[in-house]
């Protein structure tokens, strides 16, 4: 029976034990603890970096303002309730007397291949460490200033890091160049300025939108590289489609230029950073001269 990929927070969420078990070591390689929950409520699984953060004492669950979470208030129970996932979440987590550690939560269902509730995944990151780089970028400094996001040098360093992970793991994931449509023009009719103001909204607009896991750097002078990991380049595109709508709807202030994006889109096959590159860039031409605002995968449009 073949396995339900998984996808992007904007659909449901298919999995099966093995591929949760991928995606638990996966977690624990970015330093990102992760929790399951049967649909009664009671713990299945939890991988290593969990572990390690939470013990095997009793632990206390307190909201961002630090009130007490009582066990039907806690993330994973609202989620078999309601079947919605719950994204980004400040709580603190504490043991017996000891000061509670603040971390970013989110929590989300998985479904069986006949609708019903499996179970909850539940990912922890500490607060203390999101400003930091995943693999070998852990220790580099250097957010974009004008954007917030990766560097092209740090991006690119993922990328290999998640080649070796993905290799290792046998854990899928995508890759997709995003370029913002008549970026030359923008800046030539409107000035600089203009053109920075639209990478960082464009930015902006896809640190709202990914999820924690994925990674997004800069690319040149008008583009973006998106790792997406353990997600397959279907699923990745449905998400993506979904930015880019964003994109070309979000709200916009009078001085505002409208913008639109267009990208190229690939899944991982066991190839060098190079020939994924060279694939999504050559995906991202392709789109934009069908007329731009649009994804093209494996010369398919979307």
Not at 30 to 42: M, P, Q, R, T, Y
Not at 114 to 142: F, I, M
Not at 170 to 186: K, Q, V
Request: aromatic residues 6%.
């Amino acid at each position: 029976m073949p396995h339900s990929p998984f996808r992007l927070p904007l659909v449901d969420l298919c999995a099966d034990d093995a591929e949760i078990a991928r995606y638990a070591a996966l977690l624990d390689s970015l330093g990102i603890g992760l929790l399951v929950f049967n649909a009664d409520g009671s713990l299945q699984l939890r991988n290593p970096q969990a572990s390690g953060w939470l013990g095997d004492a009793e632990t206390r669950w307190e909201d961002e303002n630090g009130t007490v979470l009582s066990t039907d208030q806690r993330l994973e129970w609202q989620v078999l309730r309601t079947r919605q996932a719950i994204r980004q979440r400040t709580i603190g987590i504490s043991q017996e007397a000891s000061a509670a550690t603040r971390y970013n939560a989110s929590a989300f269902p998985v479904l069986a291949e006949d609708g019903s509730l499996r179970c909850v995944l539940l990912t922890l990151s500490e607060l203390a460490q999101q400003p930091t780089r995943r693999g070998d970028a852990l220790q580099r400094a250097a957010q974009d200033s004008i954007t917030g996001i990766y560097s092209q040098a740090d991006i690119l360093q993922l990328l290999d890091d998640e080649g070796r992970r993905a290799t290792r793991y046998g854990t899928p994931f995508s890759l997709a160049l995003i370029g913002i449509d008549h970026f030359p023009e923008l800046c030539r009719a409107h000035g600089a300025q203009a053109g920075e103001r639209a990478l960082a909204e464009i930015g902006r607009l896809f640190g709202e939108g990914l999820r924690d896991a994925d990674m997004v750097g800069c690319f040149r002078a008008d583009k973006f590289l998106l790792i997406l990991p353990n997600v397959r380049v279907n699923d990745a595109t449905i998400g993506l489609e979904r930015l880019r709508e964003l994109v070309e709807t979000r709200p916009a202030s009078t001085d505002d230029q409208p913008l639109t994006i267009s990208g190229g889109v690939c899944e991982f096959t066991g190839e060098d950073s190079a020939a994924l590159i060279e694939h999504v860039r050559s995906l991202l031409a392709t789109a934009r001269e069908a007329g731009g605002n649009r994804l093209c995968v494996n010369l398919d449009f979307f």
